[in-house]
């Protein structure tokens, strides 16, 4: 497959965003290449697109797939396996969320639940530490709970609640005006 200019900035681009998430660039690539593509795509054309070892490829495809962000396809009279990118954006940013919760998020909060569990049984930790241990616990506590209150509700909502921004916030105490920062205009 040949990439247009406009084509190759957007893969690019898609992997140092990628990577900066604490995704793997080409698996990031990989994903931005099937998603503007248009077509499902063998693994040899994407490795040949990007110009990555086929063996990246296979590895990167098969991480796209746990998170379920592309899926396998077939055509006929081909007995390659092809593979097509999650086009609709919403459920793309849906499992990407509910991944990286399931990664990073619970990992941390049962890390941070077994230093509040541990406080007693460690006399050298001040009082100060045990209290920003555990304002963190109950930050991401709230994140999480927060999160899976609006995971589950309808993608019109969820838009409506985008739309709305920090209007939300006036919703709780109506008349009043959000305070602006200083040093912004």
């Known amino acids: 497959m040949e990439l247009s200019p406009v084509m190759e900035s957007f893969v690019l681009h898609w992997g140092e ?5 604490g995704l793997n660039r080409t698996v990031a690539q990989i ?28 590895t990167s495809i098969r991480e796209l797939q746990a ?7 077939h055509e006929i009279g081909d007995r390659r396996d ?26 941390t909060l049962a890390a941070l639940a077994r230093c509040l569990s541990d406080v007693r049984m460690d006399d050298g930790i001040g009082k100060d ?5 555990r304002a963190m616990h109950g930050f991401l506590e709230s994140a999480s709970g927060w999160y899976e209150e609006i995971r589950d509700l309808p993608q019109s909502k969820l838009e409506t609640l985008m739309k709305m921004g920090a209007k939300v916030a006036r919703l709780e105490a109506p008349g ?10």
């Open 31 to 58: 994903y931005a290449l099937l998603y503007i593509a248009g077509r499902p795509l063998p693994a040899d054309e994407i490795a040949d697109t990007l110009k990555v070892a086929r063996s990246n490829v296979s």
């Open 17 to 21: 965003m990628g990577s900066r998430w």
């Open 67 to 73: 998170w379920e962000l592309i899926e396998r396809t």
């Open 129 to 133: 530490a045990v209290a920003r241990i």
């Open 82 to 107: 092809h593979f097509v990118a999650e086009t609709d954006l919403w459920t793309m940013a849906a499992r990407i969320a509910e991944e990286r919760k399931r990664r990073e998020i619970d990992p």
């Open 176 to 185: 009043k005006k959000p305070k602006k920062k200083k040093g912004k205009r």
